[in-house]
């Protein structure tokens, strides 16, 4: 599935729901379905700046596509990070690197965020982005 498959899935599914809370409820299930990050991924290194709640994020490759382990403390941000995983997990490098996240407007999400919670989002799209850099750069 390419990411933008994903991403219009992620948008038919919020659209099935009436309401933020709805929504929110939704996120907070698909934060509860997150494959935990293994304890040892929980460190400093790991941990995403700019979120105001703790939020750990690991990357690794395998065959030449990166998959993301996360975890949070908070359980709305943790519905977000499963959100970008779920986008951007099992994907090649350069396909991260390359997309948009404009499916984050069409669902209504940042729109529904606290700023510091938008903040966050943005961090989070960027630090999974600066592991693709990484893996790419590896590639080459």
Known sequence: MTIEDVQNEIIDEFAM???WEERYQ???DLGKDLPIIDEKY????????GCQSKVWVHANMEDDKVNFTAD??????KGIIAILIRVFSNQHPKDILEANTDFIDKIGLKEHLSPTRANGLVSMI???KLYAI???TQLN
């Open 17 to 19: 729901f009436e309401d």
């Open 26 to 28: 939704y996120m907070i």
């Open 134 to 136: 990484a893996y790419q």
């Open 72 to 77: 949070s403390d908070a359980i709305i941000t």
């Open 126 to 128: 960027k630090q999974l």
């Open 42 to 49: 929980k460190t400093e290194d790991n941990i995403i700046k």
